[in-house]
Each structure stands twice: as structure tokens, then as C-alpha cells.
């Protein structure tokens, strides 16, 4: 790569965008920072855009404006605010891909807008193609732009088939790490709290992809999103429980070889390999050692005590809207239960009944997303308050 590649980070103050910037930062003659974003961290944001020096930035949340303007008055960096801003800021010719970081649904209208302004992708915001997944994938191939999966789970599956693209895959395997509750069972789980919930054995995440982890609904959201990255049918979509987290999935080929991709649970390697493809630059990531892990281990899920798994298939299943109502309900019960509002086991009751209670659109435009996502949201929370 001659030229150094101007970068997006859509999320910089989460995890993924302060990981995606310690990437950058130690490959200075590779890449660049030209947009930065937060939705409240305005702190943060403020000593990434002064270290960074990218061309702009966005603050979401318009009550921090005056805070992120004043700060880098000096620094001549522009300063914007607002969801519409993050939606425009995607849409600048000095960017030449975006590293979608954000949280949830919020992903959705930037990386539209992103894609329709020709920019390349690195995914790491799953619930773009979850919500959205076939209008996404059609856009993109009409667009010439290229997603670039950022999940460790998806970044493995690509991996594996550089140099295969070619060859038919006959099915996928994506692991999971089970989270902090494997092997409990549900008389357990009734009684569990958010500070179990949030200490996950392998990775270190944000809150809400931790909760998501631990009830095998971020599992159910990837297996959703490879479907539309990869092509592919539900039933060629496995999930195994891998506890040690050291191989990140598995294709298996029409001969029946497979192909997995392994390493220490560090979401820096995906996002580089993101970044930087088809190239794989030198990193200084601690490298995994076979005699430090002499057993790997795989298991079935347990999809009826962690119901989300399959909820997350039969919305795929299903189709249409469906996996937009699941995603939004998902969000709310997650926040609620960070909040103590609602129980563990609670969560996956009160999708299921959302997924029932919303209308379903078998062929659902980009207006028709949007409603159901708000509508989703409301009646989820009239369950939450009808319960308490």
C-alpha cells in the first residue's frame, strides 16, 4: 500500500474504536484518522481527536457540543453534532473506508449512507445486517463496495476462505465461548445478577455485547449476519460452544476438508486484518502457544436454556421483518436488565412475545425497517411495564 488509507471510526470511545485506534497508531505509515465519533463520551472523544488530529469529528449527543467545540477550537478540527451528522459525516471524499463501531440499531442509517456514498465497510456493528441484512448485501454488490467482517467469528470465516472463494462452502461453523454461565441451568439462571452477567471468561466488551454474550444472543445476531455476508442458508450455519475462545469458527468445504482460524482472543487481529486486506501487516499482539492450551474443547448449545440462540434462527427462519422486531426488542430488554428492571430468563420471554405481538412484513422496505424497529421498541416496553 503506497498510500496511507483514511479511516472512519464511527464509535471511537468503545471498545472496538479504541482498539481499532491502537491499530492505527502503530501502523502510522499505513493509516490515517480522518473522522472520529462518540454518542456521549465526550471526554474521551476530545483526547482521541487531539491525539489523532482527524479531520473531523461528531459528538451525538447535541446537549455535549459546546464542550467538544471549545476544546478543539484550537486544534482546527471541525466539530459536528447530532445523528444527522453522523449519518453526513460518512459522506466526505477524503474517507476511504469506515469502521462502523456503533452500538445496536443505531449502525444502520450511517453505514447505509456510508455505502451509498461508495465507501468501504469494516463491520463490527452486527445489527446492520441483522436488521437490514438482504436491502445491505444488494446495496453494496450495486455499489462495488466491499464489507469487511470485524467480528472475530466473521473475520475467522473470511479468513479461512481467502484463496476459496471459488469453492462452494457446504457449512459454516462459528464458536462460542458459552459466557459466564455454561453448563448452569435454568433454576440458576433465574437468580443471576448484572455484575455475573458482565464478567465474561475471555473477552473484554462493552455492556450490552457482554449481556448479549452471556445469553447467546450475540451468538444468534452472528448467525443472522452470516448469513448475509456469506451467502448462505440456515441450515448451513452451525454453532458450537468453544470455551477457550482460541478457534474463532470453521468452514467446512463440499470435499469435507475444513478450514478453521485460531489465536488468542484479541479483537485487534480482526480489526487490522479488516483494515488492511488483502495485505497482513507485522503486529507486536501476544502470539498463542499450542502447550499453553493443550485442550480444546467443543460443545452443543444448550438452546433451551438459552432460548435467544434459537429465537435468533426461527427470525431468521422467518424472514422479513422479523429479525428487525427481535433485534429492537433485544435492546430494550438488555437495557432494562442492566437496570434491574426485568430477570435473566426474562429477556428471551419477553422477545419471543414481541416477535409474536408486531405485525409481520415479508418484504420490507427501508421506511417499513423504521417503523417496525420503533414499534418493536414500544410494545417491548409495554410488556416490561405490564410484568413489574
Given amino acids: 500500500m503506497s498510500e496511507k488509507k483514511r479511516v472512519a471510526i464511527l464509535g471511537s470511545t468503545g471498545s472496538i474504536g479504541t482498539q481499532a485506534l491502537d491499530v492505527i497508531e502503530s501502523h502510522p505509515d499505513k ?6 465519533t462518540a454518542q456521549n463520551n465526550a471526554t474521551l472523544l476530545i483526547e482521541q481527536a487531539i491525539k489523532f488530529q482527524p479531520n473531523a469529528v461528531v459528538i451525538a449527543n447535541e446537549q455535549l457540543y459546546d464542550e467538544v467545540k471549545e476544546a478543539l477550537f484550537s486544534h482546527d478540527i471541525k466539530v459536528y453534532a447530532g445523528n444527522g451528522a453522523l449519518a ?11 469502521l462502523t463501531a456503533l452500538v445496536g440499531y443505531s449502525g444502520l442509517m450511517p453505514t447505509i449512507k456510508a455505502i451509498e456514498a ?17 436491502m445491505i448485501t444488494k446495496m453494496a454488490m450495486e455499489k462495488g463496495v466491499n464489507i469487511y467482517p470485524v467480528d472475530s467469528e466473521h473475520s475467522a470465516i473470511f479468513q479461512c476462505l481467502v484463496g476459496e472463494f471459488h469453492n462452494p462452502i457446504e457449512k459454516i461453523i462459528l464458536t462460542a465461548s458459552g459466557g459466564p454461565f455454561r453448563g448452569r441451568d435454568r433454576e440458576f439462571l433465574k437468580y443471576v445478577t448484572k455484575e455475573q452477567a458482565l464478567k465474561h471468561p475471555n473477552w473484554d466488551m462493552g455492556a450490552k455485547i457482554t449481556i448479549d454474550s ?4 450475540n451468538k444468534g445476531l452472528e448467525v443472522i449476519e452470516a448469513k448475509w455476508l456469506f451467502g448462505l442458508k440456515a441450515e448451513q450455519i452451525e454453532v458450537v460452544v468453544h470455551p477457550q475462545s ?3 469458527s470453521l468452514v467446512q468445504f463440499r470435499d469435507g476438508s475444513i478450514k478453521a482460524q485460531l489465536g488468542l482472543p484479541d479483537m485487534r487481529i480482526p480489526i487490522q486484518f479488516a483494515l488492511s486486506y488483502p495485505d497482513r501487516f507485522d503486529s507486536t499482539f501476544p502470539r498463542f502457544d499450542f502447550l499453553q492450551y493443550p485442550n480444546l474443547t467443543f460443545e452443543q448449545p444448550d438452546l433451551k436454556t438459552f432460548r435467544n440462540l434459537q429465537l435468533a434462527y426461527d427470525a431468521m427462519e422467518k424472514g422479513g421483518n422479523a429479525p428487525c422486531v427481535l433485534n429492537a426488542a433485544n435492546e430494550i430488554v438488555v437495557a432494562a436488565f442492566l437496570k434491574n428492571e426485568v430477570g435473566f430468563l426474562e429477556m428471551s420471554d419477553l422477545i419471543e412475545e414481541t416477535l409474536h405481538a408486531v405485525d409481520f412484513v415479508k ?12 414499534t418493536s421498541r414500544i410494545k417491548t416496553e409495554e410488556l416490561i411495564k405490564s410484568k413489574v
Fill in 31 to 36: 493509516f490515517e484518522v480522518e473522522v472520529l
Fill in 88 to 98: 453526513q459525516v460518512v459522506e466526505m471524499d477524503s474517507i476511504d473506508v469506515v
Fill in 118 to 134: 461508495g465507501k468501504n465497510i469494516a463491520l463490527a456493528n452486527k445489527e446492520t445486517l441483522v436488521v437490514a441484512g438482504e
Fill in 214 to 217: 452471556a445469553s447467546m444472543m
Fill in 246 to 248: 482460541i478457534v474463532h
Fill in 363 to 374: 418484504n420490507p422496505t427501508l421506511e417499513d425497517f423504521v417503523a417496525t424497529d420503533k
